[in-house]
């Protein structure tokens, strides 16, 4: 999706779904300034993007049995991507967790203010993570433990620009 981001300029989030800090993020936080609280919601944005990478990984797997070495999927990167914006028109989701929202439109590389990619050896606990991520959301704690292994690895700060040559290097 990062690949494509950069090719078109612009990105479409899976079922328009995003993180944001919400009035509900806000309520259901006693304490924590905007900084915290982008924090959590990309904390959930960050999570939704181990459910992406168990997509991928199925898909992967159709692609192997096709034998074909040379699509992109064939040596998969397991590291967790958010990307943070600034998207006006933002609908709440309230049937959903509280950071969850709706966008409008497409988020376009101008809306970008950073994007944030695991480092490499945050990869073996991601791919652990993305095994057990259903799990985890159905209350497994055992499942829950697995996550926070990968949820313990920060992820990093990139400029917008940066990212055609974080891909190169992935």
């Known amino acids: 999706m990062l690949r494509e981001l950069v090719a078109d300029r612009e990105i479409r989030a899976i079922n328009d779904t995003a993180f944001a800090v919400t009035p509900t993020l806000r309520e259901a936080y006693a ?62 989701r309230p049937d959903l967790d509280d950071a969850v929202v709706r966008l409008s439109a497409a988020v376009t590389y101008q809306q970008i203010a950073s994007v944030h990619v695991d480092l490499a050896e945050a990869e073996p606990a991601v791919a652990k993570a993305v095994d057990v991520v259903d799990a985890a959301d159905l209350g497994d704690e055992d499942a829950e433990f697995v996550l926070g292994d990968a949820e313990d690895h920060q992820l990093a700060w990139y400029a917008t620009q940066e990212l055609p040559f974080l891909l190169e290097l992935m």
């Open 31 to 92: 304490s924590g300034d905007d900084d915290e609280l982008a924090e959590v919601a990309m904390g959930e944005a960050a999570r939704a993007s181990l459910r992406l990478l168990a997509e991928d990984r199925e898909a992967a797997a159709v692609r192997a049995d096709e034998d074909d070495p040379e699509h992109p999927y064939s040596s998969p990167v397991y590291r967790r991507a958010v990307i943070a914006a600034d998207v006006p028109g933002a609908t709440l």
